[in-house]
């Protein structure tokens, strides 16, 4: 799919939406950053008159609040948030066996 900055920011969205709705919080937080990053794109390029730009401006607060809410609940969790909006585990501990796929 070769879309507008636009519209692949929308699509980013509807996915971050969806990880964050099943918490997966870590997969949700990439997302909505990447999101972002399409918005401001969309913003700087393709945003034609003040209504549009006011409105993804919007957005783009909206979704950036909810990653500092996510990057702070995964830094409580114990989870380092990488500068890139990645996050690792700060122990690596073992599989025992019974763990969760995916």
């Known amino acids: 799919m070769s879309g507008t900055a636009m519209e692949k920011a929308i699509d980013l969205v509807k996915k971050a939406t969806e990880a964050d709705n099943e918490q997966k919080y870590e997969e949700a937080l990439q997302l909505y950053e990447h999101a972002i990053d399409y918005f401001l794109h969309a913003l700087k390029y393709e945003a034609h008159g003040e209504r549009s730009k006011e409105s993804i401006?919007?957005?783009?607060?909206?979704?950036?609040?909810?990653?500092?809410?996510?990057?702070?609940?995964?830094?409580?969790?114990?989870?380092?948030?990488?500068?890139?909006?990645?996050?690792?585990?700060?122990?690596?501990?073992?599989?025992?066996?019974?763990?969760?796929?995916?």
């Open 57 to 102: 401006k919007g957005k783009c607060t909206q979704y950036l609040a909810r990653a500092e809410q996510l990057k702070k609940f995964l830094a409580k969790k114990g989870k380092k948030v990488h500068k890139d909006g990645g996050t690792a585990s700060k122990e690596r501990k073992k599989p025992n066996g019974g763990g969760k796929g995916g």
